[in-house]
């Protein structure tokens, strides 16, 4: 027993360790996470692979630390330690309570991080207000559960009101359509340092996810929830990969890719929600969390490349071409972009065969996942698009490089292609299979499937096998390249202009001005507009009026005017209680 | 001078050159106009293409201020091709093989330009070669509009129509070749005279194999969405094709009396786009074709007795060129060329691309636009020296 508890006792002397000596504090950190896996993890029971991503992301986070926080302060360590605490205590809780509990352990210090580090105050103020958005509405699940339960435990709950709201308080954490601004806009101003970044948007996300399918596993079918879910999660894919491709900020392209996938990965719990055949409920919840470790892994990896660059904007890159950097970050976008050999590549396959099959339940769902995959598969061009950008203009000009970053960020693309390989060990043995005919032996190929006919397959080592062959015939065939760098050829003209990642990505900003609403700004710099921060700011102000109106006309310390308020106050009470009991 | 004088602006802008700015009716001084680009904003680029470079035929070079995709500001950098003519002091003969070679393609243009200045310097009467010139301009504006026609089927990617219009194009070559035994009317004008087989101009196949391409163009969506409202451009200070691809009817066949036509109207479109100069340029290949059918039955009681009555003098002309108004003026002390003055249509159909292009458009539609106003470089940097 003390051992399954371990990590925990060790991490939070560890956050205090810290203060004092930071690297003592990330090693101790990336020790409590190694330990974490080792006494949680269990093989086929896929709640438990959130611990797996969970810990691969600090492990990673914190080696990259070590030379990363030199630059940031005393403070740093010890509240990016206390962050990955508080989730911790997310992961190992059992009731509400403790959820609750490791949720604001979790959310505090990250506010004091974007508030230590701030620009403005803004970013640290809205970030506190979505996260505390967040806790009231989980804390109201926690009171519906209890009230329909009788305990404050996870156990199986006969209504889907308690996911419905617990949901919507993840979402907000987690950056979803419509509070889309508060995953990016710390992160874009720069408030965040790359590696608070990197679990932000990696695991403070998956805290979301973890808990909505935590629920959705104890809550009912709901063909209703899981549909509002697909839609909240479509209109995420699409935005959060349009913004990523139209980001100057690359800090704000991985806040923006994340909300893509957290898009991606909630339409997916609503399928889970909304199905219920129980084969294909099992192939779509190892598709939630093999997406999830596909994204959390691929997006610490990102934050890491994008601290690696010493920069915040495209613009201001100064790097040298690495090829250990370039191949790491190659296997990293990869998965982000959901292309082979990658975890990312598989998931991706995954939630869009998940999506396809269940076309075949046909009525209203059918026609929801069909669309649904389409639009899924849409927003992942998107995406892959914005991933290039990130992996073309991250390198040029002539920095030094911190070598042991590179290490560390081909580590993370390495783990990315491991699992990937190694996928048919960890996804459960109904879907697995092989055709020996053609030499594919039992137990290296995936299929989809949830009825006897197969619906899709696919065989990771096989097609990482065929990668490695041709790769190695057009070796061994051409050899290296023989590459000659020469001055271009401008015409004749000397000023030499390179392209650059905002030329890049224009073409979105035009065919699309109306949505982005494109045009020359106050810098004379050509803008766009987020339109959801623009009806959050409407929807700020409306409220201020209505809160100044109601200040002014009847909360004006006129004593009857309370008297009124507060006998009205005591009907309502009384109306609630006897229609509730 | 008959129809010019030194003065203030008087009727529409014709263009300038680097020492007058010439209208309608007057030469006026220069007033300098600043050919530099605006300020790169944050992001944008400055786009480079030329002066050597594909897809070009004369040497020039675009500067473009873009910030991906559209082109906010440009400029137009033509002294790559900047030449020096030795030509004061010359006699009128040498210096008409000069003017001839100016520019090759439009050599007509420039020597019947040219001598009807030397002309009216000279108070010579021209009205015996005044149809054999129309024949001879019109016959190069049948070449030319079939030429840039071409090129904006090779900006669209269509080679069949392109090499058909090349086809017709030499077609067109060697009738001129058959009747004024050079391909490109060099030494065929005189001082009141036009060497040639006018009974060697047969036309009428030309106008049907046209009419052809032209409607098979008109049917191909495909071509139509890449011209129309790309290089959208009204200005009131334009001439030629790009004018009347505007509504204006500015046409020296109209108002200006150097060379006579006899109750021509001029064609005009209004959508100012590329597919209106395209709809123009086909448009007058095809009456210019007609105007040459009527005139070749008139040109048999032509004389060419215009006698020399001085040996000095002022003189300027404005003729219609394929690309609009192109302007002569001369100043001879006997029989020598002691001033000359020219002004291009290209100087201000430059300026009308530069304004069409900028008019929310994108790199790709860069050739349509600039195939579309025919512009010629070399008619541009000339010196007289």
């Keep these: ?581 | 001078m008959k129809y010019y004088k030194f003065g203030n602006k008087n009727g529409r802008y014709i263009g300038s050159n680097n020492k007058y700015d010439v209208y309608e009716n007057t030469i006026a001084s220069r007033i300098s106009e600043n050919n530099v680009i605006t300020e790169k904003k944050p992001y944008e680029i400055y786009f480079n293409y030329g002066p050597s470079a594909g897809g070009l035929r004369e040497s020039v070079n675009f500067n473009i201020v873009t910030p991906g995709e559209t082109i906010r500001d440009i400029t137009v950098n033509s002294h790559y091709k900047r030449r020096k003519i030795n030509i004061i002091n010359n006699d009128i003969n040498t210096a008409l093989l000069k003017i001839e070679r100016i520019n090759g393609f439009h050599a007509a243009s420039n020597a019947v330009c040219f001598l009807l200045a030397i002309e009216d310097a000279l108070d010579i009467d021209n009205t015996g070669s005044n149809n054999k010139r129309i024949i001879e301009i019109e016959l190069e504006r049948i070449r030319s509009n079939i030429d840039v026609i071409g090129r904006l089927c090779e900006s669209a990617g269509f080679s069949i129509p392109e090499k058909q219009l090349l086809y017709l194009r030499e077609k067109v070559t060697r009738i001129i070749s058959d009747a004024f035994n050079h391909r490109y009317f060099f030494s065929a004008n005189y001082i009141n005279n036009v060497h040639g087989d006018f009974n060697k101009i047969r036309l009428n196949n030309v106008y049907d194999e046209f009419n052809e391409i032209y409607n098979g163009l008109l049917e191909s969506k495909i071509f139509m969405d890449r011209l129309q409202e790309t290089g959208i451009v009204k200005d009131i200070n334009s001439s030629g094709p790009a004018a009347r691809a505007s509504g204006y009817k500015y046409d020296a066949r109209v108002d200006s009396e150097s060379l006579a036509y006899d109750g021509y109207d001029a064609y005009t479109v209004e959508s100012s786009d590329t597919f209106s100069r395209f709809m123009v340029r086909s448009n007058e290949i095809l009456s210019s074709i007609d105007i040459i059918n009527k005139l070749l039955n008139k040109i048999g009681n032509d004389k060419n007795d215009g006698k020399i009555k001085n040996n000095s003098g002022e003189g300027a002309a404005r003729i219609e060129s394929p690309q609009g108004d192109i302007f002569y003026y001369v100043n001879i002390e006997d029989n020598r060329i002691k001033d000359l003055s020219m002004v291009s249509p290209s100087y201000l159909n430059i300026e009308l691309f530069k304004k069409a292009v900028k008019n929310n458009n994108i790199l790709t539609d860069f050739f349509f636009v600039w195939e579309s106003f025919g512009i010629w470089v070399s008619e541009l940097e000339v010196d007289f020296i």
């Design chain 1, 1 to 581: 027993m003390i051992l399954y508890y371990l990590p925990l006792i060790l991490i939070f002397p560890a956050a205090i360790i810290s203060y004092k000596f930071n690297k003592t504090g990330y090693i101790l950190t990336a020790i409590a996470s190694v330990l974490f896996f080792i006494f949680t993890f269990r093989i086929y029971d896929y709640i438990t692979y959130f611990y797996l991503i969970a810990a691969i992301v600090w492990i990673i986070t914190s080696l990259f630390s070590i030379t990363y926080s030199k630059n940031y302060g005393r403070w740093l360590s010890p509240l990016f330690i206390l962050t990955v605490a508080g989730m911790m205590v997310i992961l190992y809780s059992t009731n509400f309570l403790v959820f609750i509990s490791g949720w604001e352990i979790m959310s505090i210090p990250a506010y004091l991080t974007v508030a230590i580090n701030k620009k403005n105050d803004v970013e640290a103020y809205v970030f506190m207000f979505f996260s505390e958005i967040s806790t009231v509405l989980i804390i109201t699940a926690g009171v519906l559960s209890f009230y329909y339960t009788g305990t404050l435990n996870f156990v199986k709950i006969n209504n889907d009101i308690v996911l419905l709201i617990f949901a919507i308080g993840a979402m907000s954490k987690m950056g979803l359509t419509p509070f889309m601004i508060s995953e990016w806009l710390p992160i874009a101003h720069g408030s965040a340092p790359a590696n608070s970044s990197a679990v932000f948007s990696a695991t403070m996300t998956l805290m979301g996810v973890y808990g909505i399918t935590k629920l959705a596993l104890l809550s009912p079918e709901s063909l209703y929830v899981g549909i509002l879910f697909i839609l909240i999660g479509i209109i995420s894919v699409l935005f959060g990969a349009l913004y990523a491709y139209i980001s100057e900020n690359m800090k704000s392209l991985g806040g923006f890719s994340t909300i893509e996938n957290n898009g991606t990965i909630l339409s997916a719990i609503g399928l889970f929600v909304a199905v219920n055949n129980s084969i294909l409920r099992t192939f779509i919840l190892v598709t939630i969390v093999l997406y999830a470790m596909a994204h959390s892994i691929a997006k610490t990896g990102l934050f890491i490349t994008i601290g690696h660059t010493g920069s915040e904007y495209f613009s201001e890159i100064n790097n040298i071409k690495d090829n250990e950097n370039s191949l790491g970050k190659f296997f990293i976008l990869s998965s982000l972009s959901g292309l082979f050999p990658s975890l990312g590549g598989l998931a991706t396959w995954m939630v869009i065969e998940a999506f396809f099959m269940t076309a075949f339940l046909h009525g209203a769902l059918g026609v929801t996942a069909i669309i649904a995959g389409s639009l899924i598969a849409m927003g992942e061009g998107f995406a892959t698009a914005a991933m290039l950008k990130i992996f073309y203009f991250t390198d040029r000009g002539n920095k030094k490089h911190i070598k042991y970053e590179s290490h560390i960020i081909l580590l993370n693309g390495i783990i990315l292609v491991l699992l990937f390989i190694i996928s048919p060990l960890i996804i459960g043995r109904y879907y697995i299979s092989g055709i020996p005919s053609v030499l594919i032996f039992n137990g290296f190929m995936i299929e989809s499937r949830f009825s006897n006919a197969d619906f899709g397959l696919i065989s990771p080592l096989y097609i990482f096998i065929l990668i490695l062959i041709f790769t190695v015939i057009a070796y061994m065939v051409f050899r290296k390249p023989r590459i000659r760098v020469s001055e271009r050829w401008n015409g004749g003209i000397e000023n030499n202009e390179y392209y650059n990642s905002f030329v890049y990505s224009n073409n979105i900003r035009l065919i699309l001005k109306k949505i982005l609403r494109t045009k020359y700004g106050n810098n004379e710099a050509l803008q766009t507009v987020d339109l959801f921060w623009l009806v959050m700011i409407d929807l700020a102000g409306a409220y201020r009026k209505i809160s100044k109106y109601i200040a002014y006309k009847f909360m004006n310390s006129s004593i009857s005017m309370y008297m009124i308020y507060m006998i009205l106050a005591f009907v309502l009470i009384i109306i609630i209680t006897s229609v509730v009991y």
